[in-house]
């Protein structure tokens, strides 16, 4: 079955550093992955997304990501924090090759930026 | 830019009752979701539809749970009797077509049932 994990619960990264957040997923084929950042209180925004490609793929807000299939991963990375990037940070996988494909999230991760 | 929008932001409802939560998907997009997410859990995915019928639904979307798309712009999920374990964020997304697999979620509606 499908799955996404996220190892870290929550990540405290000091403004101005580089931020890497890891994302691993179980998928047979080639995956459609996400990264959705969630800020408190707020809906899920889409940061960035790879369906094919080049492998590795900017996003919003200074966001990239890279995936590796030989590690089954979609690391989601930032060279340079701001206060205003902390957040929940969710990876997901899209699931099924059905047209109404279902996503599949991470349980998420957690972003705060030290001063 | 378009954006899904979701009403009400809050609804809080006694055991037993039923709820309506309305979305409004971004326009000409096909595909419509319910996800939703308790509070501290991850986000889950509750049911899909297409071309006016479900397409996919999770074990969570039991016969309490339905889905409408009453007219050309709203979609709609009903709870016919809520439950405290209900009780979480639900949101709405929309998916452009068959070559586009994002979906953009709206803000979420918060149901607290009491």
């Known amino acids: 079955a499908q799955s996404v994990t996220q190892p870290d619960i929550h990540i405290t990264v000091s403004e101005g550093a580089s931020l890497e957040l890891r994302c691993n997923y179980s998928?047979?084929?080639?995956?459609?992955l996400f990264w959705y950042v969630q800020s408190p209180g707020q809906g899920l925004q889409l940061l960035l997304k790879?369906?094919?490609?080049?492998?590795l793929v900017q996003g919003i807000k200074g966001f990239e990501a890279e995936f590796k299939r030989s590690q089954s991963s979609f690391n989601l990375r930032k060279p340079s924090v701001h206060w205003s990037d902390a957040a929940e940070y969710f990876c997901?996988?899209?699931?099924?090759?059905?047209?109404?494909?279902?996503?599949?999230f991470g349980s998420g991760t957690r972003l705060s930026i030290r001063p | 830019e378009p954006e899904v929008t979701q009403t009400p932001s809050h609804q809080v409802t006694q055991m037993g009752q039923e709820v309506i939560l309305r979305c409004v998907p971004i326009?000409?997009?096909?595909?419509f979701y319910w996800y939703r997410q308790i509070l501290g859990q991850k986000v889950e995915f509750l049911v899909s539809?297409?071309?006016?019928?479900?397409?996919?639904k999770s074990e969570i979307f039991d016969d309490q749970f339905s889905v409408e798309r009453p007219d050309g712009s709203n979609f709609t999920l009903k709870i016919r009797s809520t439950k405290l374990e209900d009780s979480a964020m639900y949101f709405c997304?929309?998916?452009?077509?068959?070559?586009?697999?994002?979906?953009?979620f709206g803000p979420g509606t918060r149901l607290t049932v009491t």
């Open positions: 998928y047979g084929a080639t995956p459609y």
């Open positions: 790879y369906f094919s490609g080049d492998t």
């Open positions: 997901a996988v899209g699931a099924g090759y059905s047209s109404a494909s279902k996503i599949i």
């Open positions: 326009s000409n997009h096909l595909y």
């Open positions: 539809f297409y071309n006016n019928e479900i397409s996919e």
């Open positions: 997304a929309s998916r452009p077509g068959l070559n586009s697999y994002e979906q953009y």
